[in-house]
Structures are given as structure tokens and as C-alpha cells.
């Protein structure tokens, strides 16, 4: 079955740390990835996105993701995390294309990041 | 303004009502879809439409319906079956950007039956 996988659920860190969240993904046919975040009180919004071309892919806000697909993973980066950054991260794969336009999503579970000051 | 918008934000209902969830957009976009998000669980489709008059089920169908009686509007209704109606519902358009089609993200709706 088509899935992603986000390995940590809950992650703490202070200001200016580093920040690597993992997705993987089983899904066999064309790869479209995307990394969303739902900060409090707020729309679920694209960070970024990969459908072809250079693996690294940069978004909003500093985040970076690198799509290795030998590893089958996704994870996204970014080298010094602000308090701004506290949300929920959700990586979505396409696993599936409607003919009437739009792509069907599978998310995985999320990440709570809590950034302390 | 563009966008996607959910109403209420906050619903109440006692169980054994149905209720229907209120979602619009102005994006000319021709694909809705139905997500529930619960904590630990992400979010999972319920229902998707890719044109008026049409839709699919999604992973998670049983206990709710849906209509799509015109491109702007999505409404879900949560029945009286859906064992566990609590939750967080959002509802998404998806347009095309370039080469490839994005999903937006309307405020959500949080569903409390007691």
C-alpha cells in the first residue's frame, strides 16, 4: 500500500538549533513530494515541493529538502530554527493523478516542532 | 481576495444528528477534496470531487456524503454513522502551478459530537 512515514511525532528544540525532520515513502509510480505546515490557528500551506529536476528543493521561510530516492526519503532541513518556526509539518506524497486535474495526496502523520527560546 | 473558505469554525453536535460541513471557493479550480486530521494521524482523505457532479470516495468514506452541485462549492455531511465524528475537517482545491497541481488549504472546521 501507498504510505509516508514521518519518524519523529514530537521535537523540541532552542533557537538557532538545527532541524532535519525525516519522511520516507513506498509508492512506486511517479514521485511528487511536498512538505506543508500548519502553524497555530492557521491554514495548512505549502513550504515546498519536488516533482523532477535537482533533488534539493528550497521553500518558504529557509527550509530546504532533498529527495533521495535510492533511501526513498524526503527530509527537510533547515540550519538554524527560529520560535516562529513552532507548528505541525506534514509530508504528502502523489499517489495519484484526477483526470480533471489535481493530484490525490497521501500525508503522513506529522511532526509537532516546539522551538524554545 | 482568493481562497477557500470553511464554515463554522467550531460545531457542536449531539450524537445521532447528521451535520453538514460548509466549504466554498472562489479559485475556479475544478478538483475539492474532503480531509479529516486527527492528532497522530495526519490527514486522510474522506470524499474527492475532480468536476461538478462527480466525485469519489477516499480512504475513509464510511459515515459520511458528499455533493458537488456546483464548482464552487463542497459540502460534506457528516451522518449519523460515522462511528467517530469528532475531529478536524479540512477542505482543499487544487489548482495548476507551472507544470503541476497544487492543493490549498481552506481554515478547517472542528467537529465536536458528545
Known amino acids: 500500500a501507498q504510505s509516508v512515514s514521518q519518524h519523529n511525532h514530537h521535537v523540541i528544540l532552542s533557537e538557532a538549533a538545527s532541524l532535519e525532520l525525516g519522511c520516507n515513502y513506498s509508492?512506486?509510480?511517479?514521485?511528487?513530494l511536498f512538505w506543508y505546515v500548519q502553524y497555530p490557528g492557521q491554514h495548512l500551506q505549502l513550504l515546498l515541493k519536488?516533482?523532477?529536476?535537482?533533488?534539493l528543493v528550497k521553500g518558504i521561510k529557509g527550509f530546504e529538502a532533498e529527495f533521495i530516492k535510492s533511501k526513498f526519503s524526503f527530509n527537510l532541513r533547515k540550519p538554524s530554527v527560529q520560535w516562529s518556526d513552532t507548528a505541525e509539518y506534514f509530508c504528502a506524497a502523489r499517489t495519484g493523478i484526477l483526470t480533471g486535474g489535481g493530484n490525490k495526496l497521501t500525508f503522513g502523520t506529522g511532526t509537532q516542532l516546539k522551538v524554545e527560546l | 481576495d482568493g481562497g477557500i473558505t470553511q464554515s463554522p469554525k467550531y460545531l457542536f453536535r449531539k450524537e445521532g444528528q447528521n451535520v453538514t460541513l460548509s466549504c466554498e471557493q472562489n479559485l475556479n479550480h475544478d478538483a475539492m477534496y474532503w480531509y479529516r486530521q486527527d492528532p497522530g494521524q495526519g490527514l486522510r482523505l474522506i470524499y474527492y470531487s475532480q468536476i461538478v457532479n462527480d466525485f469519489q470516495k477516499g480512504d475513509i468514506a464510511e459515515g459520511y456524503s458528499v455533493s458537488r452541485e456546483k464548482k464552487e462549492s463542497f459540502p460534506l455531511t457528516v451522518t449519523s454513522a460515522q462511528k467517530n465524528p469528532t475531529a478536524f475537517y479540512l477542505c482543499?482545491?487544487?489548482?495548476?502551478?507551472?507544470?503541476?497541481?497544487?492543493?490549498?488549504f481552506g481554515p478547517g472546521t472542528r467537529l465536536t459530537v458528545t
Open positions: 509508492y512506486g509510480g511517479t514521485v511528487n
Open positions: 482543499a482545491s487544487s489548482g495548476r502551478v507551472g507544470l503541476a497541481y497544487e492543493q490549498y
Open positions: 519536488y516533482f523532477s529536476g535537482d533533488p
